[in-house]
């Protein structure tokens, strides 16, 4: 009797630490194995004039303080990751979305899934502008977000990005944004306007490697993961394009962790899955970095 007694009373104390953020035993098993890989990763570099975080305050978000965020959302039970394509796309750029959607596939583990194509005669003319400085014209990221994306979320979907060949600006008195994020309504979408012309060989994996980043950066806000300072990490602020190009293509610890335990992957499969995958792209760097990861998570 005093044995069940117990067994109770451990549950219930387990319990009220999930409900009060406080890491439960396979919480705690999951970020020490994957923090085993500390060692493959950098300190944040001193910022220069012009980056992000001389700009921009951050104060970082721990996995126990994300563990605590996400424990107060509702659970969703859609698992498909939809990728809308909104604009006009060249023959390399379709190559790239194709890619993209099989690295997020990869990334986060989820069935990935292309929406129709949106023309940009779908966008009317309150939501673009021409930029004041260099005339470019752009479309306003926060319609996309809630006007098109947000409106037309499919029911089984987990996710959805827009992916878009426009430039973007998400407020009048910005420049320009390189993509963007609504950590409560899971859509996001991101320009690769900026990111070079890939017909042009010498561009082609700049260009890759640029959408990459921005693709996965902006899911990982579309899953309430905040911007890193723990580490150099992809899911740290770019301001731009210069600082988008140092970043890594990969998660730090903590970020990955948050990954993890959200969307239940096994990181041991998942740094095997993308070992693959770079390998197959030929980035020969990347996939020994992640060959290092699976050999300590295992």
């Not at 990763?41 to 220069?48: C, D, L, Y």
Request: positive net charge; glycine residues 4%.
């Amino acid at each position: 009797m005093v044995k069940k007694i117990s067994n109770l009373l451990i549950t219930i104390i387990f319990a009220a630490q999930a409900a009060y953020g406080q890491l439960t035993n396979s919480d705690n098993v999951l970020y020490e194995k994957i923090r085993k890989t500390a060692y493959l990763h950098v300190p944040v570099p001193k910022p220069g004039y012009r980056d992000w975080l001389t700009l921009h305050k951050e104060t970082g978000q721990s996995f126990k303080q994300y563990s605590v965020l996400a424990r107060k959302t509702k659970k969703n039970t859609a698992n498909i990751f939809y990728i809308q394509p909104i604009g006009k796309f060249n023959d390399k750029q379709q190559e790239i979305l194709q890619l993209t959607g099989k690295y997020l596939n990869i990334f986060y583990q989820l069935p990935v899934r292309f929406l129709p194509l949106i023309s940009p005669q779908e966008i009317p003319a309150h939501a673009r502008r021409k930029n004041p400085h260099t005339k470019q014209p752009q479309v306003l990221s926060t319609y996309l977000l809630s006007e098109v994306l947000k409106k037309n979320f499919p029911k089984d979907a987990a996710l959805v990005i827009g992916f878009t060949s426009e430039d973007l600006y998400p407020a009048p008195q910005w420049n320009f944004v390189f993509g963007q994020a609504s950590l409560s309504d899971k859509v996001g979408v991101w320009s690769m306007s900026r990111f070079g012309d890939p017909s042009l060989t010498a561009n082609y994996n700049l260009c890759l490697l640029r959408t990459f980043k921005t693709a996965t950066h902006e899911t990982g806000h579309m899953l309430g993961i905040y911007h890193c300072i723990a580490y150099h990490c992809n899911m740290g602020g770019s301001n731009h394009l210069q600082e988008l190009d140092k970043k890594p293509v990969w998660f730090c610890p903590e970020c990955l962790t948050k990954i993890c335990w959200k969307q239940d992957i096994d990181p041991a499969k998942r740094y095997k899955d993308l070992e693959r995958f770079w390998w197959a792209q030929k980035f020969r760097g990347f996939k020994k970095f992640y060959r290092k990861a699976s050999k300590i998570v295992r």
